[in-house]
């Protein structure tokens, strides 16, 4: 199975893509709406199909990408039907089996932080995706959305616990860099419900934890009973003057073919040193060169009434070049994908067709 787990540091949020090797079909746990382009990019550069996109919970504290992961891929959408949540395709219910390929996943119902918190079990029982419920030496807080401590120590000790011992524990979020944990472990090691842990205990604990609010707390709730839907004017709009990607490296790119078409519409640079323009690949025309290692120094000179398209051999320097201009404040910029060598091979005209 392709097993990928990705980090929000703003949130703490762990998202987890799980995929079928062979048949490429796809699951993501707990996507956040701000990381959307690299998770996209990500399911994209692995050639993925994104079946599902599943929520262990209505989250407190980061929207859900679960809309945005719909609007581009056209994949259904699951959580649990106890928050009554809008756009919502598959009811994650207690015993509810999520198959890809030839995988599957298992909804077990671990209620105690949200009234509606699942953890998912994959069928070897090696991996469990416990959101909130269970967390690396903690547990879900259980202070707001019909948190209950009581209920949560039953879900932990009847669902989780009963999991066997080297079962991988992936938590809904971690706030100390730690990425995972077993299930034998957690029964030694947890300090809120590990080893003779009593349900009186764990509710003492749980009771005077006294945190504060999440920050995103006001946004997170509503946006997340509507799937993370957007309000009005709210979404995220990618760049309108060319079909941009988005790579999981974060660089802007854009592909040859469209370049080519409408060269008149874009300024060329070429980063490369000056000696190459008349080498192997020649260059296009029209197009400024700055070389990169004179790029930071230069990059007034730039013109930014068009946006930029940069151009380097196999589009690794521009990509670099890219960067630079985006934090220098040019707002159009993409790197050519695949440089000259792309240009050349796709048979691509030198001057406007
Ligand atoms: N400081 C974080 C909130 C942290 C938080 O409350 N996390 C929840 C999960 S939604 C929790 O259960 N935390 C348990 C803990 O930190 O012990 C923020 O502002 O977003
Ligand atoms: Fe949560």
Redesign the pocket.
Known sequence: MIFQQLFDQ???TYTYLLADENTREAVIIDCVYEQHARDAALIRELELKLEYTLDTHC????VTGAWLMKAAFGCKSGLSPAYGAKNADLSLIHGATIRFGAQCIEVRATPG?TDGCVSLVTADRKMVFTG?AL?VR????TDFQQGNAHLLFRSIREQLFMLPDDCVVYP??D?MGRTSSTIGVEKRHNPRIGGAAREEDFVGYMTN?S???????AIAVPANMRGGEPEDGKVITPPSWGPIVITYAGQPDIAPEWVALHRSEVHVLDVRQRPELTGEFGHLVGAQNIPLDELRTRVKEVPIDKPVVVVCQTGRRSALATQLLAHADVLRVANLAGGMVAWRSLGLPDGAA
Request: charged share 15%.
């Open positions: 703003n949130s703490g989250h407190a504290d980061h932080h909130d967390l903690g547990a879900g807080r809904g979020h706030y934890l945190l504060p609010h999440p920050k995103q707390m």
